[in-house]
Structure formats: C-alpha cells, structure tokens
C-alpha cells in the first residue's frame, strides 16, 4: 500500500487564499508567543542570579575590601563579591557606569581584577544571533512534529487531507476474497460497471450514483467490500476514517474534505471510501448535542457532494454501523444514493466465508465446514476468521500437521466462551452444583420436542466466567421462532436453576447469566413479539441502535410498564414451574447423567443421549413389570 497524503501539487489553488492566511496567522501567533517566553525566560534567570546595587553602594564594597572582580559590560558594571551572602549560591551585583576619577586608583589599590569593555566582534555577533534564535529553532521543529501527528503535514498542511492512496494491485482484494454477501457484492459490481463504462449508462440517459452506503453490523465485512471494489475498480481508491477530518483547530475538517475532493476530481475516475462516517454525518438535530466543527465539515461534504458531476465518474463509499444517526440530508438521493447492506450472513454465507479464510489452511479428511457453520449462528465474518485462526493455533499447540474437526469446535467454544481456565480448581460441592446446573438445561431441553439438540456438556471454567456450560447445535438455519420454541427456550433458560432447587434445596449466584437471558426473552415476547394475551398486538418497545446493540426503549406510559413487568414476572414463574417439574419427573435420568458428568467433566450430546435413553428404557420396563404384577 502506498501510504502517502494525496494532495501533493504546488500549484493547488485549494492551497492558496484561506489555508495560507490561517497557517501564517498560526506561525505569527506561534512567534510571538515564543519571543515573549523567551524574553520572560532570560528576564527570569537574569534576576535570579543578579542584583542592583546604587554606586555608592558599590564604593563602599570596594572600601571594605568585598569585591574580587569587576567586568565593565559598555553601560554597567557587573560585581562579583569575595564571598556570598547565600551558601551555595552565586550572586551577582550590578550599577550603573559614573564619570569617576577616583574609581581606577581605588580598584588598584584593593588589587580588584578588572575586565575591560570590548567591542563584540562580528563572530561574536553571529554566535550570539545563533544562539538567541536556537531555542526558537527547536521550538518550531517540536511544534511542527507535533503537528504532523496530530494533523498530517506539518504546520503548513493542517487543512490537507489525510487519505491513503491505494492502488489495484497494491490493495490485493477483489470480489473473490468476499464471501457470504452475494447481494451486496451484486449491487457493487453494478457500481464497478459505472465506473467501467459510464459512457454506456450517458447514451441512455442514466446517471452515475453519486454515493453508496454501506451498512451493517461491526465485523461483517463492510470496509472489505470497499477494498474489493477497487480492486475490481482497477481507479484510484482514496481511504480514510470519519475521525481522520476532526482536529483541534476550528475549520480543519472542512477544509481537508475540500482537499480531498479536489484531489479526487483530479483523478477521475476513482473512489473515495469515508470509513465510520458517523464520526462526522451525525444528525444537526440540536437533541443529539450540537458541535460546530463536526458541522462544518458536514455541510461541506454535503456541498461537495452536491458539486460532483456524474460525467467525472468518481464515487464515495462510506461505510457505519450506526445509520440511525446520520443526517437525513446525507442520506437522500443525489448523496447517497444507494444503501447497500451487509448483514449477518447466514448458513450458506457461514459456510462460504469459512472456505475463503480456510484456503490457505491446511485440513484433514474429518473437517466438515458445514457443520461448523451451523454451530456459529449469528457470527460475522470477522468471528468465522478468527475461529479458523484458533483451530490452527490450537493444531500446532497439539502437535497435529493439520487442522481437524475436533480443532475447529473447540476453537468455537473459544471465541465464544474462552479458553478452558485450568488454574480454577473447584470443590467437590461446587463440582457437584455445577453439574447438576448443566446437567438441568440439557436435561430439560431433551424433554422437549421444540427445544435444539445438545452438542455438548462441560463442567470445565471458562475465561469469560463460565463455570460450566451447554452448547446446542440447531438442525437446520431458522429465521423464524414460533411462541412455542421461545417458551421452550424460557424453560431451557430455568433449567439449571429448578435442578439446583430441586437438589439441594437451595439456589446459587450460578443462575444469573441465565435469568438475564429469561427475562430479556421474556420481554421481548409481551413488548415487541405481540405473544402476549393480555397486551395483544401492542409494540411497546423500540430498538436503539439497529446493528450495535440489543439495547431497547419503552413506549408506554409508567402504569404500563409496572403491568409489563407483572406479565413478565407471570410469564417466568410459569416456565420455571415447568422446568420444576419435568426434573422432577425425570429426577433418575438426572442424578445418572450428573454422576457421569462430574467424573467425566466433558461429555458429548451422543453419551448425554445414550444415557438419557438407558435410563428411560429401565424405567419403562420398571413400570410394565409393576403393571403385569398388579394384574
């Protein structure tokens, strides 16, 4: 990648008039300030190592016998004392030159060292010039350092802009190094096509999109999909950060996006990518909180926008995670006028970005990618690399040649819960808590027909907190959940809590992830899924932010939201009797798998099942013998 500020011609008229004016004023300023400090510096030192004394003052020293030497400056007479008044000090006196006769004799009689007054010579000059502008030299070379770090170019490039140049071949991406978002990449190859041949879209009458948008949740392949463009693109690829216009001094980020609009112009055809675009498009709304820098430069790259012509064939990328926020005039047709969106990609997409990041891995015959996308619902590209990453980390770690499925699963219990924290030693009670807790959920989720399969079981602490955990592997991608599966989800959520209950007699602080997790699924059914009968179809909730986060805002008033969480409440207390109960029915099955699982610590969903139906079948039998006993 060539890494270099764009805006390199002299002749630049966007250099000339407002930029130079603001960066002579700043070195004025900057000049000024520094003379006076140095002036205040010499001020300082002088009067602390110097003291005026009036000439009499300085007669009656020499009568006393205290001077030692006197140097004659051209307009005083600088004293140096036999001894000082301050131990450890050196002071100083000076007076002022007097027409004094009596002063020459006076200083030979005392035998007092006298240094005359000597014309500077013109060496000397220039020493002293070198040596009064020096601090001054070093001071604008920091200054101008500094600057560079925090604004790129030096003093005279505040306003320039900071955008990398990248080229075809030096960016290395295209199209093929994109998976799993084939209706992004399609609307792009449209946009690669303009940029092709825009005389084909001119003849009809066609325009070229002036912007595209890119959104999506974080990690999804956004700022990939940019780089891809130029690289298919085969024309310049200007890109920069929305924080990359946001500098300390007032008017910097306008002027660096007309910089930067200047060099693009100059480059047609070509692309400029604005990554996290939020930084500086956020709404003018005052509600949000005003800021006029940020602003300024939003209304400048609305007016540059405004100012590209559709024969110049360059286009703006810009990519955020946050389009909820963005100015409403950036976003409307003429700007921006496509909104491409990268989402989560799904089992199909899961599996295609695995094979890209896998290629260059090498993998042996049991490695099954679609099973491993099946486990990773909801991942983003960046996790699924990451997850590959690990398996082959953990290969090398075992001494294997190549990554095998056992590697891959376990770097998904990585990535997702941690690696195994083997320092955490737990008692034989909390081993025995742990697993009845696990042993709950899977349990309860086996006992019903709406609930996923269990993958696996483990009593093994993890480095983000778990002390043990089940994982479930769907059967197949859903999109959609009935009010059924979520009830099923609610009681698997309570399992581990009713198994503690109905064991021991007593609950622990083990159940608090999982009643987050209830409750938030529980609301979620009465606010925003419309599943519950006494609020009916009423969408009482709203989302914030669309890919960020989960985080939600009630819309109701106070009374409703105190029976919103009376309907919640009755909603938990009904799974939670559930899940009560199908242990209790099925205490045999969990008490066996538990003791399995506390010797075994790890146990696979195959022996959670094998043992699950051994101990159904005893029973089964167990109660035909009663029956034909009984007859």
């Known amino acids: 990648m060539n890494d270099k500020n764009t805006p390199s011609g002299s002749g630049d008229n966007n250099q ?17 300030a520094s003379f006076l ?16 004394i009036s000439y009499n003052e300085f007669i009656e020293m020499l009568e006393e016998d205290k001077v030692e030497k006197v140097e004659d400056t051209g307009l005083t007479w600088e004293i140096t004392p036999r001894t000082q008044p301050v131990e450890n000090a050196e002071i ?3 007076t002022g030159k007097m027409e004094d006769e009596a002063l020459l004799p006076l200083l030979k009689e005392k035998k007092v060292e006298i240094t005359p007054y000597i014309q500077d010579t013109f060496s000397t000059l220039v020493w002293q010039v070198v040596w009064s502008l020096l601090p001054l030299l070093l001071i604008w070379v920091a200054f101008g350092y500094l600057m560079r770090r925090m604004g790129g170019g030096g003093m005279m490039g505040v306003g320039k802009s900071k955008a990398k140049v990248y080229k075809e071949k030096e960016t290395g991406v295209t199209f093929k190094d994109v998976a799993g978002q084939e209706e992004a990449k399609e609307s792009l190859v449209e946009v690669v096509d303009f940029l092709h041949n825009p005389e084909r879209y001119a003849e009809i009458g066609a325009k070229l999109p002036k912007g595209a948008l890119l959104v999506g949740p974080p990690g999804t392949g956004k700022t990939l999909l940019a780089k891809a463009v130029a690289g298919e693109a085969h024309v310049p690829f200007f890109s920069l950060s929305g924080s990359d216009f946001v500098e300390m001094f007032v008017g910097v980020g306008a002027s660096r996006v007309r910089d930067l609009f200047d060099e693009a112009k100059k480059n047609a ?7 996290e675009i939020d930084a500086i498009g956020k709404s003018r709304d005052s509600k949000l909180g005003g800021n006029d820098e940020r602003e300024q430069t939003l209304n400048q790259l609305l007016a540059e926008m405004d100012g590209f012509e559709s024969n110049k064939a360059c286009l703006v990328l810009a990519a955020t995670n946050r389009p909820e926020i963005l100015d409403q005039a950036l976003l409307r047709p003429g700007r921006f006028d496509r909104r491409i969106v990268v989402e989560r990609p ?15 891995v090498r993998l042996d015959e049991s490695v099954d990618l679609e099973a491993i996308a099946l486990a990773t619902s909801g991942a983003v590209g960046s996790d699924l690399a990451n997850m590959i990453n690990e398996a082959a980390i953990l290969a090398v770690k075992n001494g294997r040649q190549a990554v095998s499925q056992k590697d891959l699963f376990e770097s998904v219990e990585v990535v997702l819960m941690g690696k195994e924290k083997k320092d955490r030693i737990l008692s034989a009670e909390e081993r025995k808590i742990v697993s009845y807790h696990e042993v709950g959920h899977a349990l309860v989720s086996a006992l019903q027909k709406d609930s996923e399969p269990v993958q696996k079981i483990t009593i093994v ?8 955990y089940v994982m479930h592997v769907p059967e197949e991608e859903k999109y959609l959940n009935t009010k059924k599966e979520i009830e099923a989800m609610l009681v698997g959520y309570l399992g581990g809590r009713a198994a503690e209950e109905l064991v021991f007699e007593t609950v622990t602080t083990g159940a608090a992830n999982d009643i987050q997790q209830a409750t938030k699924m529980a609301r979620a059914m009465v606010t925003q899924y419309g599943m519950s009968e006494k609020f009916g179809l009423m969408g009482l909730e709203s989302k914030e932010s669309m890919y960020l986060n989960n985080g939600t805002v009630l819309n109701c008033s106070d009374e409703t939201a105190a029976d919103v969480d009376s309907e919640v409440m009755r909603i938990l207390k ?3 009797a559930e899940a009560k109960r199908l242990l209790s029915e099925n205490r045999k099955c969990l008490d066996k798998i538990a003791e399995f699982l506390i010797e075994k610590e790890t146990i696979t969903g195959k022996e959670f099942m094998e043992i699950f139906h051994k101990v159904k079948e005893e029973e089964d039998g167990y109660q035909q013998e009663e029956l034909i006993f009984a007859e």
């Not at 000339?16 to 000024?32: E, H």
């Open 269 to 275: 055809p070509c692309i400029i990518f604005i990554d």
């Open 346 to 360: 799904d089992l199909k997409g899961r599996t295609d970005v695995l094979k890209v990041h896998a290629k260059n």
């Open 37 to 52: 400090a140095l002036n205040f510096i010499q001020n300082f030192m002088k009067d602390a190592g110097s003291k005026e």
């Open 574 to 576: 009904e799974s939670y």
């Open 92 to 94: 100083t006196y000076f």
């Open 461 to 468: 602490p993890r480095t983000m907190g778990a002390l043990g």
């Open 16 to 32: 000339k008039g407002p930029k130079n004016r603001q960066s002579i004023i700043i070195f004025a300023v900057f000049m000024l």
